[in-house]
């Protein structure tokens, strides 16, 4: 077995040597540890981009039209399913190719990502330019999907592996990509659909080929400059603490114990929880503050609010993992729920006392905390299943995401709307939701509460490398 | 070179995260408008 290549002989250089595998990418020795978040960052800077999808959702229904929707467009709901599948794919493939993504290595299965996702938008692109909705769906939401997925885990592990000192910061770092990769993909689309717009043509075929291309070479940068570290490699300086700190295991444990352990479902609600608190409240930003503060904030304002909470959500994902190396996983999220809480029971009162500049504050922690939980996570699975299959782990654990974006928005909107047809004046409409939102929050706080160290019974009996 | 190369790396990523910020910051502003 490989030294570096836990589930089977993928590893192994006498057998593989080919320039994706994972025995080409052993890092020599001497290697600045810190070449390697640029690559994590390429791959998830580019998948980021789905967060953006939005921006095509309109001009995806004036194809036929080109200014307005012409009979035979798609409507706006038949184009709104193209992300739904896309983030469905992606808990789907980081679930399914954790393990195989483990095995393969950074750099194979970042190449694999760049294929997928890169390939997605030009049979997407082949889709519009037929009008063939099934093809959308198909290029965009299941090839692409299976590239975010593949994508987001791919770099997780190799990060964790370079930085044993501060596994936070450096999982932090490639999935604050993740949230930065909206703020490009979003004026990025715009500039190309002006670009390509004619008379014949709103630009949107030509704008997917463009960033397929776009994304595919930026992914493969990524995979090219990918490193894994040597199996016996330590940071220079660092000595692993001999006194073994509460909750951080030295031992390893399989992904097919791991699933099964109450410690992961225990994480899985805490996922679940922090992420539909802030998915929810994300999907509806834009009416909610526009009916909370009825006449002082115009669309183009409520569009900024969202940008906003854009930034804070990809702070959030570095500054809150970064800090986690010092708080620690548990507390760290003891920080989330119970900071979220207080907000989201405060929110209905700024709202009242019209104080937009509190309000904006509020949510712009809550979506930091929201952003800040995506990027701990991976540290958290770490310090308690070891770094053996913490990837193949952490794509099982990202269903909880998929779950999320369901549960998170239908229950915003669905509140919304039930409040309304009783009677609630608009700008009250959300109070109902922000306290729903705190109960949530606090069966997340439990789970975490639950939270205690594997039985070493289950630790993996073979030694990692 | 070593240092080379980590700079280049590290600008190739953010170029683009820093324009996109800089768009975000630029329509965020005008909440406050």
């Known amino acids: 077995m490989s030294a570096t290549a836990p589930f089977g002989s993928a590893g192994n250089a006498s057998t593989s040597t080919g320039f994706l595998d994972r025995a080409r990418t052993v890092a020599p020795p001497g290697y600045n540890r810190f070449l390697v978040p640029p690559a994590a960052l390429?791959?998830?800077?580019?998948?980021g981009q789905a967060y953006a999808f939005s921006t095509f959702n309109l001009p995806l229904t004036k194809l036929l039209g080109i200014t307005e929707s012409a009979p035979g467009d798609w409507s706006l709901k038949e184009v709104g399913w193209t992300f739904s599948i896309a983030i469905l794919f992606l808990g789907l493939a980081a679930a399914l190719f954790g393990r195989w993504v483990e095995s393969a290595g950074p750099r194979k299965s970042m190449a694999v990502a760049a294929c997928c996702f890169g390939g997605g938008f030009f049979v997407a692109g082949l889709g519009i330019h037929l009008h063939e909705i099934d093809l959308l769906y198909l290029g965009y939401g299941v090839l692409g999907g299976c590239g975010l997925g593949i994508g987001y885990i791919s770099p997780v592990s190799t990060l964790i592996k370079w930085f044993p000192d501060r596994p936070g910061m450096a999982t932090g770092m490639a999935i604050m990509g993740f949230g930065g990769g909206a703020m490009i993909a979003a004026p990025l689309s715009?500039?190309?659909?002006?670009?390509?717009?004619?008379?014949?043509?709103?630009?949107?075929?030509?704008?997917?080929?463009?960033?397929?291309?776009?994304?595919?070479?930026?992914?493969i940068f990524g995979a090219a400059v990918v490193r894994v570290p040597a199996s016996d490699w330590k940071p220079g300086g660092w000595t692993p603490s001999l006194t073994p700190k509460k909750l951080v295991t030295t031992a390893n444990v399989h992904v097919d114990v791991a699933w099964r352990t109450r410690q992961f479902w225990l994480l899985w609600g805490v996922l679940c929880m922090n992420v539909t608190a802030g998915i929810g409240v994300l999907s509806q930003a834009s009416?909610?503050?526009q009916e909370m503060f009825t006449?002082?904030?115009?669309?183009?304002?409520?569009?900024?609010?969202?940008?906003?909470?854009?930034?804070?959500?990809?702070?959030g994902r570095f500054v809150w993992a970064s800090v986690s190396d010092y708080l620690g996983r548990k507390n760290t999220y003891f920080v989330f729920f119970l900071l979220?809480?207080?907000?989201?029971?405060?929110?209905?009162?700024?709202?009242?006392?019209?104080?937009?500049?509190?309000?904006?504050?509020?949510?712009?922690?809550i979506l930091s905390m929201y952003g800040g939980g995506f990027a701990t996570i991976p540290a958290y699975l770490r310090d308690i299943f070891g770094t053996m299959h913490v990837g193949a782990i952490h794509g099982r654990l990202l269903t909880a995401w998929a779950a999320a974006g369901v549960l998170g928005p239908v229950l915003v909107s669905y509140i919304r709307?039930?409040?309304?047809?009783?009677?609630?004046?608009?700008?009250?409409?959300?109070?109902?939701t922000m306290y729903i939102m705190c109960g949530l929050l606090l069966i997340g706080l439990l789970c975490n509460l639950g939270i205690r160290e594997i039985d070493p019974k289950l630790h993996h009996r073979d030694p990692e490398q | 070179m070593a240092r080379l190369k980590l700079f280049a790396l590290w600008l190739i990523v953010g170029i683009p995260l820093a324009w996109g910020v800089t768009k975000t910051v630029q329509n965020a502003i005008k909440l406050f408008q």
């Open chain 1, 42 to 47: 390429a791959v998830h800077l580019s998948i």
């Open chain 1, 190 to 219: 715009i500039l190309l659909m002006d670009r390509f717009k004619t008379a014949e043509s709103n630009g949107v075929f030509e704008s997917f080929i463009a960033m397929g291309v776009i994304y595919f070479l930026f992914m």
């Open chain 1, 287 to 289: 009416p909610m503050i």
């Open chain 1, 295 to 315: 006449g002082r904030v115009s669309a183009a304002a409520a569009a900024s609010f969202v940008g906003l909470l854009s930034l804070f959500n990809m702070g």
């Open chain 1, 340 to 365: 979220g809480i207080a907000l989201y029971a405060l929110v209905p009162g700024i709202g009242r006392a019209g104080s937009m500049p509190l309000f904006v504050l509020a949510f712009g922690v």
């Open chain 1, 417 to 432: 709307d039930f409040q309304i047809h009783n009677g609630v004046p608009k700008a009250q409409a959300y109070s109902v």
